[in-house]
Nanobody, 121 residues
Framework: QVQLVESGGGLVHTGGSLKLSCTAS????????MQWHRQAPGNQRELVAS???????EYPDSLKGRFTISRDVAKNTMYLQMHSLKPEDTGIYYC???????????????WGQGTQVTISS
């Protein structure tokens, strides 16, 4: 089992920055891909960023240049640095793992409980 705990959310003004963290505990050595998603009120959950175990990152075109995902394997922690924040970035941000093979079975995906990000205009 893997537990994911997000932190770092809060209230910032338009144009501000936030850095979210996602700390993983449990058997995480075989996790291949970790992701950040977000969900705004009334909207579907959407993918914000992905990072592979070897550091390959992907973003939706709409977020490239403003959001940066990173991963500290030694600290079992993933980050999302967000700059130039806009009111439409408001939502609950979740971290997750992909489904992965741990050598004997498939596990995941796993999700954290989310952290609220609110951007005031």
């Amino acid at each position: 089992q893997v537990q994911l705990v997000e932190s770092g959310g809060g209230l910032v003004h338009t144009g501000g920055s936030l850095k979210l963290s996602c700390t993983a505990s449990g058997s995480i050595g075989s996790i291949t891909i970790m992701q950040w998603h977000r969900q705004a009120p009334g909207n579907q959950r959407e993918l914000v960023a992905s990072i592979s175990r070897d550091g390959f990152t992907e973003y939706p075109d709409s977020l490239k240049g403003r959001f940066t995902i990173s991963r500290d394997v030694a600290k079992n922690t993933m980050y999302l640095q967000m700059h130039s924040l806009k009111p439409e970035d408001t939502g609950i941000y979740y971290c997750s793992t992909s489904r992965y093979w741990d050598g004997s079975r498939y596990l995941g995906p796993y999700w954290g409980q989310g952290t609220q990000v609110t951007i005031s205009s």
